[in-house]
Protein backbone atom coordinates (compact mmCIF):
# COMPACT_ATOMS: atom_id res chain seq x y z
CA UNK A 1 0.00 0.00 0.00
CA UNK A 2 1.36 3.48 -0.82
CA UNK A 3 1.97 5.46 1.92
CA UNK A 4 0.34 9.17 2.53
CA UNK A 5 2.48 12.32 2.39
CA UNK A 6 2.21 11.86 5.90
CA UNK A 7 2.82 8.73 6.98
CA UNK A 8 6.36 9.35 4.54
CA UNK A 9 7.36 12.59 6.69
CA UNK A 10 6.43 10.95 9.90
CA UNK A 11 9.05 8.06 9.10
CA UNK A 12 11.71 10.42 8.35
CA UNK A 13 11.71 11.97 11.30
CA UNK A 14 11.26 8.70 13.09
CA UNK A 15 14.40 7.73 11.80
CA UNK A 16 15.83 10.70 13.82
CA UNK A 17 14.33 10.43 17.23
CA UNK A 18 11.38 12.85 16.50
CA UNK A 19 7.70 12.14 16.78
CA UNK A 20 5.64 14.03 14.50
CA UNK A 21 2.51 13.39 16.05
CA UNK A 22 3.69 14.66 19.36
CA UNK A 23 5.02 18.11 18.01
CA UNK A 24 1.83 18.47 16.57
CA UNK A 25 -0.60 18.13 19.54
CA UNK A 26 2.35 20.34 21.16
CA UNK A 27 2.26 23.23 18.96
CA UNK A 28 -1.58 22.94 18.95
CA UNK A 29 -1.61 23.73 22.57
CA UNK A 30 1.10 26.68 22.52
CA UNK A 31 -1.62 29.79 22.63
CA UNK A 32 -0.96 32.44 20.31
CA UNK A 33 -2.05 36.13 21.53
CA UNK A 34 -3.61 37.93 18.44
CA UNK A 35 -3.32 41.57 18.64
CA UNK A 36 -6.59 43.59 17.85
CA UNK A 37 -4.48 46.28 16.08
CA UNK A 38 -3.63 45.02 13.44
CA UNK A 39 -7.11 44.88 12.20
CA UNK A 40 -7.29 48.70 12.27
CA UNK A 41 -3.99 49.66 12.11
CA UNK A 42 -3.91 51.06 15.76
CA UNK A 43 -7.23 52.93 15.53
CA UNK A 44 -8.89 52.22 18.52
CA UNK A 45 -12.17 52.73 19.35
CA UNK A 46 -12.03 55.91 21.75
CA UNK A 47 -13.77 58.71 19.40
CA UNK A 48 -15.85 58.26 16.18
CA UNK A 49 -12.48 59.24 14.51
CA UNK A 50 -9.71 57.71 16.46
CA UNK A 51 -6.61 57.74 14.20
CA UNK A 52 -3.51 57.88 15.33
CA UNK A 53 -2.63 61.61 16.45
CA UNK A 54 -0.45 62.42 19.22
CA UNK A 55 2.50 60.60 18.19
CA UNK A 56 4.55 57.07 19.26
CA UNK A 57 3.33 54.91 16.54
CA UNK A 58 3.13 55.05 12.98
CA UNK A 59 1.60 52.97 10.28
CA UNK A 60 1.86 53.28 6.41
CA UNK A 61 -0.42 52.32 3.95
CA UNK A 62 -3.95 53.00 3.40
CA UNK A 63 -5.29 49.72 1.97
CA UNK A 64 -9.21 49.86 1.74
CA UNK A 65 -11.49 47.29 4.33
CA UNK A 66 -10.03 48.45 7.97
CA UNK A 67 -12.52 47.70 10.89
CA UNK A 68 -14.55 50.69 12.06
CA UNK A 69 -16.37 49.55 15.03
CA UNK A 70 -15.78 46.78 17.54
CA UNK A 71 -18.35 44.84 15.72
CA UNK A 72 -16.27 45.06 12.56
CA UNK A 73 -13.14 44.08 14.05
CA UNK A 74 -14.79 41.09 16.04
CA UNK A 75 -16.11 40.07 12.94
CA UNK A 76 -12.51 40.35 11.53
CA UNK A 77 -11.33 38.67 14.19
CA UNK A 78 -13.42 35.65 13.99
CA UNK A 79 -12.64 34.97 10.30
CA UNK A 80 -9.09 35.04 11.40
CA UNK A 81 -9.60 32.55 14.14
CA UNK A 82 -11.50 30.18 11.85
CA UNK A 83 -8.81 30.67 9.42
CA UNK A 84 -5.93 29.59 11.83
CA UNK A 85 -5.09 26.40 13.55
CA UNK A 86 -4.53 26.13 17.46
CA UNK A 87 -4.95 27.71 20.37
CA UNK A 88 -5.21 31.49 20.22
CA UNK A 89 -5.76 34.32 22.44
CA UNK A 90 -6.65 37.99 21.95
CA UNK A 91 -4.52 40.97 22.60
CA UNK A 92 -6.15 44.48 23.66
CA UNK A 93 -5.49 47.69 23.69
CA UNK A 94 -6.67 50.13 25.87
CA UNK A 95 -8.14 52.19 23.33
CA UNK A 96 -10.15 49.71 22.17
CA UNK A 97 -12.76 50.15 24.62
CA UNK A 98 -16.22 49.62 24.30
CA UNK A 99 -16.82 53.29 25.63
CA UNK A 100 -20.69 53.67 23.87
CA UNK A 101 -20.24 56.79 22.01
CA UNK A 102 -18.82 58.58 24.76
CA UNK A 103 -15.32 60.06 25.67
CA UNK A 104 -13.57 58.22 28.03
CA UNK A 105 -9.86 60.10 28.71
CA UNK A 106 -7.05 57.42 29.05
CA UNK A 107 -7.47 58.15 33.01
CA UNK A 108 -11.17 57.32 33.02
CA UNK A 109 -11.05 54.01 32.10
CA UNK A 110 -13.31 51.16 34.07
CA UNK A 111 -13.24 47.24 33.64
CA UNK A 112 -16.46 47.93 32.56
CA UNK A 113 -15.43 49.37 29.12
CA UNK A 114 -14.11 46.10 28.56
CA UNK A 115 -17.06 43.47 29.26
CA UNK A 116 -18.21 43.72 25.84
CA UNK A 117 -14.64 42.18 24.98
CA UNK A 118 -14.64 39.45 27.49
CA UNK A 119 -18.71 38.66 26.86
CA UNK A 120 -16.85 38.15 22.96
CA UNK A 121 -13.31 36.09 24.34
CA UNK A 122 -15.75 33.68 26.48
CA UNK A 123 -18.07 33.17 23.15
CA UNK A 124 -14.88 32.30 21.48
CA UNK A 125 -13.52 30.18 24.19
CA UNK A 126 -10.29 32.56 24.42
CA UNK A 127 -8.13 34.42 27.17
CA UNK A 128 -7.34 38.14 26.54
CA UNK A 129 -4.04 39.83 27.35
CA UNK A 130 -4.08 43.97 27.53
CA UNK A 131 -1.91 46.78 26.78
CA UNK A 132 -1.92 50.33 28.10
CA UNK A 133 -1.77 52.92 25.40
CA UNK A 134 0.49 55.64 26.02
CA UNK A 135 0.96 56.68 22.90
CA UNK A 136 -1.96 58.63 19.92
CA UNK A 137 -3.17 61.18 22.66
CA UNK A 138 -2.05 65.09 23.01
CA UNK A 139 -0.44 64.17 26.24
CA UNK A 140 2.13 62.10 24.75
CA UNK A 141 2.65 64.68 21.96
CA UNK A 142 5.83 66.20 23.90
CA UNK A 143 7.10 62.71 23.53
CA UNK A 144 6.95 62.08 27.33
CA UNK A 145 4.58 59.50 29.18
CA UNK A 146 6.14 58.05 32.53
CA UNK A 147 8.98 59.65 32.53
CA UNK A 148 7.45 63.34 31.96
CA UNK A 149 8.91 66.08 33.67
CA UNK A 150 5.71 67.71 33.67
CA UNK A 151 3.73 66.75 36.69
CA UNK A 152 0.63 66.75 35.74
CA UNK A 153 1.15 64.81 32.39
CA UNK A 154 2.57 61.81 34.78
CA UNK A 155 0.39 61.69 37.03
CA UNK A 156 -2.32 61.62 34.36
CA UNK A 157 0.13 58.45 32.62
CA UNK A 158 0.22 56.80 36.12
CA UNK A 159 -3.25 56.77 36.31
CA UNK A 160 -3.70 55.16 33.47
CA UNK A 161 -1.17 52.26 33.76
CA UNK A 162 -2.75 51.97 37.36
CA UNK A 163 -6.20 51.57 35.48
CA UNK A 164 -4.97 48.92 33.26
CA UNK A 165 -3.46 46.37 35.92
CA UNK A 166 -6.83 46.84 37.33
CA UNK A 167 -8.82 45.65 34.02
CA UNK A 168 -6.41 43.38 33.51
CA UNK A 169 -7.09 41.86 36.64
CA UNK A 170 -10.65 41.83 36.14
CA UNK A 171 -10.50 40.57 32.74
CA UNK A 172 -8.39 37.53 34.03
CA UNK A 173 -10.85 37.12 36.72
CA UNK A 174 -13.81 37.17 34.54
CA UNK A 175 -11.63 34.56 31.58
CA UNK A 176 -10.24 32.16 34.22
CA UNK A 177 -6.95 32.50 32.92
CA UNK A 178 -4.19 35.63 33.65
CA UNK A 179 -4.06 38.38 31.69
CA UNK A 180 -0.56 39.68 30.41
CA UNK A 181 -0.17 43.51 31.11
CA UNK A 182 2.25 44.76 28.55
CA UNK A 183 3.47 48.31 28.93
CA UNK A 184 5.43 49.85 26.34
CA UNK A 185 5.87 53.68 26.60
CA UNK A 186 7.39 55.87 23.80
CA UNK A 187 9.24 58.59 26.19
CA UNK A 188 12.72 59.25 24.41
CA UNK A 189 14.01 62.14 22.57
CA UNK A 190 14.64 62.88 18.66
CA UNK A 191 17.93 64.57 19.56
CA UNK A 192 20.47 64.70 21.95
CA UNK A 193 19.40 64.32 25.34
CA UNK A 194 21.50 65.80 28.35
CA UNK A 195 19.67 64.30 31.42
CA UNK A 196 18.98 60.88 30.66
CA UNK A 197 19.58 59.96 34.32
CA UNK A 198 16.85 61.85 35.04
CA UNK A 199 14.17 60.69 32.78
CA UNK A 200 15.25 57.27 33.61
CA UNK A 201 15.05 57.99 37.73
CA UNK A 202 11.32 59.47 36.70
CA UNK A 203 10.60 56.49 34.94
CA UNK A 204 11.38 54.31 37.61
CA UNK A 205 9.67 56.19 40.31
CA UNK A 206 6.79 56.03 38.27
CA UNK A 207 6.90 52.30 37.99
CA UNK A 208 7.67 51.82 41.63
CA UNK A 209 4.20 53.47 41.90
CA UNK A 210 2.44 52.11 39.29
CA UNK A 211 3.49 48.28 40.36
CA UNK A 212 2.95 49.40 44.32
CA UNK A 213 -0.61 47.39 44.45
CA UNK A 214 -0.11 43.47 44.20
CA UNK A 215 -2.80 41.21 42.16
CA UNK A 216 -3.13 37.65 42.27
CA UNK A 217 -0.96 35.84 39.88
CA UNK A 218 -3.48 33.73 38.47
CA UNK A 219 -5.61 37.25 37.20
CA UNK A 220 -2.67 39.52 36.32
CA UNK A 221 0.97 39.50 35.63
CA UNK A 222 2.72 42.49 34.54
CA UNK A 223 5.56 43.26 31.36
CA UNK A 224 7.43 45.50 30.69
CA UNK A 225 8.33 46.54 26.79
CA UNK A 226 12.21 47.78 26.07
CA UNK A 227 13.02 49.68 22.76
CA UNK A 228 15.89 50.69 20.91
CA UNK A 229 14.48 53.61 19.03
CA UNK A 230 11.67 55.11 17.10
CA UNK A 231 10.14 57.68 14.91
CA UNK A 232 10.84 60.73 16.90
CA UNK A 233 12.66 58.95 19.44
CA UNK A 234 16.18 58.10 17.23
CA UNK A 235 18.09 59.57 19.88
CA UNK A 236 17.25 58.66 23.48
CA UNK A 237 14.60 56.09 24.32
CA UNK A 238 13.77 55.91 28.08
CA UNK A 239 12.66 52.73 28.30
CA UNK A 240 15.75 50.93 26.87
CA UNK A 241 16.76 47.70 26.99
CA UNK A 242 19.12 47.59 29.81
CA UNK A 243 16.72 49.99 31.36
CA UNK A 244 14.07 47.23 32.12
CA UNK A 245 16.19 44.31 32.35
CA UNK A 246 17.62 46.01 35.62
CA UNK A 247 14.02 46.93 36.43
CA UNK A 248 12.72 43.23 35.61
CA UNK A 249 14.86 41.32 37.50
CA UNK A 250 14.88 43.74 40.52
CA UNK A 251 11.28 43.38 40.59
CA UNK A 252 10.34 40.66 39.76
CA UNK A 253 8.65 41.78 36.59
CA UNK A 254 8.34 40.04 33.01
CA UNK A 255 10.20 41.49 29.90
CA UNK A 256 8.83 41.79 26.65
CA UNK A 257 10.96 41.55 24.18
CA UNK A 258 9.66 42.60 20.83
CA UNK A 259 11.65 41.42 17.93
CA UNK A 260 12.12 44.84 15.79
CA UNK A 261 13.59 46.57 19.18
CA UNK A 262 16.94 45.92 18.37
CA UNK A 263 19.72 46.43 16.30
CA UNK A 264 18.60 44.93 13.11
CA UNK A 265 21.87 42.53 13.35
CA UNK A 266 20.96 41.66 16.46
CA UNK A 267 20.43 38.17 16.87
CA UNK A 268 17.23 38.82 19.20
CA UNK A 269 17.04 34.83 19.84
CA UNK A 270 19.94 35.10 21.58
CA UNK A 271 18.81 37.08 24.76
CA UNK A 272 16.15 34.17 25.14
CA UNK A 273 18.02 32.08 27.05
CA UNK A 274 19.85 34.91 29.57
CA UNK A 275 16.65 35.93 29.99
CA UNK A 276 14.86 32.77 30.97
CA UNK A 277 17.96 31.65 33.31
CA UNK A 278 17.20 34.71 35.64
CA UNK A 279 13.86 35.60 35.37
CA UNK A 280 10.41 33.29 35.47
CA UNK A 281 8.47 34.22 32.53
CA UNK A 282 9.26 36.17 29.36
CA UNK A 283 6.34 38.10 26.95
CA UNK A 284 7.52 38.04 23.32
CA UNK A 285 6.36 40.61 20.65
CA UNK A 286 7.03 38.84 17.52
CA UNK A 287 7.66 40.98 14.48
CA UNK A 288 9.67 41.60 11.52
CA UNK A 289 11.40 44.70 11.42
CA UNK A 290 12.79 46.07 7.44
CA UNK A 291 15.62 48.32 8.35
CA UNK A 292 13.65 49.62 11.66
CA UNK A 293 11.02 48.89 13.46
CA UNK A 294 8.95 48.63 10.19
CA UNK A 295 6.41 46.18 11.83
CA UNK A 296 6.20 43.86 8.81
CA UNK A 297 3.87 40.90 9.00
CA UNK A 298 5.75 38.49 10.09
CA UNK A 299 6.90 35.55 8.03
CA UNK A 300 8.74 32.38 8.07
CA UNK A 301 12.26 33.81 7.70
CA UNK A 302 15.57 32.62 9.76
CA UNK A 303 15.25 35.12 12.68
CA UNK A 304 11.93 34.14 13.17
CA UNK A 305 12.81 30.27 13.36
CA UNK A 306 15.56 30.93 15.96
CA UNK A 307 13.26 32.47 18.10
CA UNK A 308 11.36 29.86 18.31
CA UNK A 309 14.05 27.10 18.55
CA UNK A 310 15.53 28.73 21.22
CA UNK A 311 12.10 29.05 23.15
CA UNK A 312 12.10 25.49 22.67
CA UNK A 313 16.01 24.35 23.75
CA UNK A 314 15.57 26.18 26.58
CA UNK A 315 13.13 23.78 28.12
CA UNK A 316 11.08 27.01 29.35
CA UNK A 317 8.51 27.33 26.85
CA UNK A 318 5.66 26.97 29.53
CA UNK A 319 6.92 30.24 30.88
CA UNK A 320 6.89 32.36 27.54
CA UNK A 321 3.87 33.81 26.48
CA UNK A 322 3.57 34.22 22.81
CA UNK A 323 2.43 37.45 21.42
CA UNK A 324 2.60 39.25 17.87
CA UNK A 325 2.96 42.70 16.92
CA UNK A 326 2.83 44.02 13.26
CA UNK A 327 0.79 46.44 11.41
CA UNK A 328 0.60 46.65 7.72
CA UNK A 329 -1.83 49.17 6.39
CA UNK A 330 -0.88 48.56 2.53
CA UNK A 331 -2.76 44.90 2.22
CA UNK A 332 -5.68 42.89 3.25
CA UNK A 333 -5.71 42.94 6.89
CA UNK A 334 -7.30 39.55 7.31
CA UNK A 335 -4.50 38.20 4.91
CA UNK A 336 -1.91 39.69 6.80
CA UNK A 337 -3.13 37.81 10.21
CA UNK A 338 -3.27 34.94 9.23
CA UNK A 339 -0.18 34.76 7.26
CA UNK A 340 1.40 36.18 10.63
CA UNK A 341 -0.03 33.73 12.86
CA UNK A 342 0.76 30.75 10.66
CA UNK A 343 4.32 31.80 10.19
CA UNK A 344 4.90 31.56 13.61
CA UNK A 345 2.79 28.23 14.08
CA UNK A 346 5.65 26.88 11.66
CA UNK A 347 8.43 28.45 13.65
CA UNK A 348 7.25 26.65 16.17
CA UNK A 349 6.57 23.55 14.89
CA UNK A 350 10.40 23.41 13.15
CA UNK A 351 11.97 23.88 16.73
CA UNK A 352 9.32 21.13 18.02
CA UNK A 353 10.67 18.80 15.13
CA UNK A 354 14.34 19.36 16.15
CA UNK A 355 16.24 16.62 17.69
CA UNK A 356 17.20 18.50 20.64
CA UNK A 357 19.15 15.71 23.09
CA UNK A 358 20.59 14.67 19.83
CA UNK A 359 22.35 18.04 18.27
CA UNK A 360 23.32 18.73 22.27
CA UNK A 361 24.76 15.51 23.08
CA UNK A 362 27.02 15.92 19.82
CA UNK A 363 27.93 19.48 20.89
CA UNK A 364 29.13 18.29 24.69
CA UNK A 365 31.46 15.59 22.51
CA UNK A 366 33.13 17.29 20.48
CA UNK A 367 31.57 16.33 17.29
CA UNK A 368 30.88 19.89 15.50
CA UNK A 369 30.88 18.34 12.31
CA UNK A 370 28.25 16.18 12.45
CA UNK A 371 26.55 18.43 14.72
CA UNK A 372 26.32 21.39 11.91
CA UNK A 373 25.93 18.43 9.34
CA UNK A 374 22.59 17.05 11.27
CA UNK A 375 21.50 20.57 11.56
CA UNK A 376 21.98 21.20 7.58
CA UNK A 377 20.39 18.14 7.02
CA UNK A 378 17.03 18.86 9.21
CA UNK A 379 16.45 21.77 6.53
CA UNK A 380 15.21 19.20 3.88
CA UNK A 381 13.44 16.96 5.80
CA UNK A 382 9.64 17.24 4.64
CA UNK A 383 8.79 19.59 6.97
CA UNK A 384 5.31 20.94 4.99
CA UNK A 385 3.82 17.52 5.24
CA UNK A 386 3.89 18.03 8.68
CA UNK A 387 2.51 21.17 8.91
CA UNK A 388 -0.09 20.59 6.15
CA UNK A 389 -1.40 17.17 8.27
CA UNK A 390 -1.76 19.54 11.05
CA UNK A 391 -4.13 21.68 9.39
CA UNK A 392 -5.95 18.64 7.90
CA UNK A 393 -6.38 17.45 11.41
CA UNK A 394 -8.00 20.70 12.58
CA UNK A 395 -9.77 21.28 9.24
CA UNK A 396 -8.03 24.56 7.98
CA UNK A 397 -6.93 25.30 4.75
CA UNK A 398 -3.43 24.52 3.64
CA UNK A 399 -1.72 28.05 3.14
CA UNK A 400 -2.82 28.34 -0.69
CA UNK A 401 -6.56 27.62 -0.37
CA UNK A 402 -6.54 30.20 2.71
CA UNK A 403 -5.56 32.68 0.40
CA UNK A 404 -8.88 31.84 -1.85
CA UNK A 405 -10.64 32.83 1.29
CA UNK A 406 -9.59 35.56 2.33
CA UNK A 407 -10.06 37.32 -0.85
CA UNK A 408 -13.83 35.68 -0.71
CA UNK A 409 -13.97 37.37 2.53
CA UNK A 410 -12.38 40.75 1.36
CA UNK A 411 -15.06 40.66 -1.66
CA UNK A 412 -18.02 40.11 0.09
CA UNK A 413 -17.10 41.54 3.37
CA UNK A 414 -14.48 44.44 3.78
CA UNK A 415 -14.96 46.15 0.26
CA UNK A 416 -18.08 46.92 2.01
CA UNK A 417 -16.45 49.10 4.10
CA UNK A 418 -16.02 52.48 1.77
C1 LIG B 1 5.76 49.84 19.90
C2 LIG B 1 5.63 48.56 20.65
C3 LIG B 1 4.24 48.24 21.13
C4 LIG B 1 3.16 48.55 20.11
C5 LIG B 1 1.78 48.14 20.52
C6 LIG B 1 0.73 48.65 19.60
O1 LIG B 1 7.02 50.01 19.37
O2 LIG B 1 6.14 47.52 19.90
O3 LIG B 1 4.19 46.92 21.53
O4 LIG B 1 3.46 48.02 18.86
O5 LIG B 1 1.56 48.52 21.82
ZN1 LIG C 1 5.77 45.51 20.62
Redesign the pocket.
Known amino acids: MELTRYERAREAYRKIGVDTDEAISHVARLPISI?C?QGDD?GGFETPDASLSGGG?QTTGNYPGKARSIEELQKDLEKVFSLVPGTKRLNL?ASYGDFKGEFVDRDQIEPSHYDTWIQWAKKMGVGIDF?G?FFSHPKAEDGYTLASKDPEIRAFWIEHAKRCRKIAAYIGRQLGTPCIL?T?I?DGAKDVTFDRFGFRKILKESLDEIFEQEYPREFMRDAV?T?LF?IGSESFVVGSHEFYMNYASRNNKML?I?M??FHTEEDVSDKISSILLFDDELLL?I?RPVHW?S?HVVILTDKVKNVARELLRTGKIDNVHIGL?F?DASINRIGAYVTGVRAFQKALLTALLEPVDTLVTLEKDGRGYEKLATYEALSTLPFGDVYDHWLELENKDDDFSVIEKIVEYEKKELNRRR
Open positions: HWVIHNTDWPEKGCDGHHSDDDF
